[in-house]
């Protein structure tokens, strides 16, 4: 079964930046896109970005493009966040996922992803 483990998360000030990174094992980590996601308190799952398998391509949903930056290691089966320039309605639960099928691309759909972490909280706050 797939494993995924987020962590880096933690308390910063606005405007603050932390890295995120998610250790993926028993799975063949290079051969899935992967994304990043977070929820906030009383809210659903937002899809915040998204890199394809061999790290070539990435895409971000509107409330993070320009700050976050998604990246990856293939060879130490690890996922990344850079979130810069952080803002106190960024603070949230931020999970690592899998998508479903060993394509190359991912999509923006959380549906389409089939494994998440327990996530790592990340609070904004002066």
């Known amino acids: 079964q797939v494993q995924l483990v987020e962590s880096g998360g933690g308390l910063v000030q606005p405007g603050g930046s932390l890295r995120l990174s998610c250790a993926a094992s028993?799975?063949?980590?290079?051969?899935?896109?992967m994304s990043w996601a977070r929820q906030a308190p009383g809210k659903g799952l937002e899809w915040l970005a998204t890199?394809?398998?061999?790290?070539?391509?990435?895409d971000y949903g509107d409330s993070v493009k320009g700050r976050f930056t998604i990246s990856r290691d293939n060879a130490k089966n690890t996922l990344y966040l850079q979130m810069n320039n952080l803002k106190p309605e960024d603070t949230a639960v931020y999970f690592c996922?899998?998508?479903?099928?060993?394509?190359?691309?991912?999509?923006?759909?959380?549906?389409?992803?089939?494994?998440w972490g327990r996530g790592t909280q990340v609070t904004v706050s002066s």
């Open positions: 996922g899998k998508f479903k099928v060993p394509v190359r691309h991912g999509s923006k759909i959380i549906q389409h992803y089939d494994a």
């Open positions: 028993r799975v063949a980590f290079e051969n899935y896109p």
């Open positions: 890199i394809s398998r061999d790290g070539s391509s990435t």
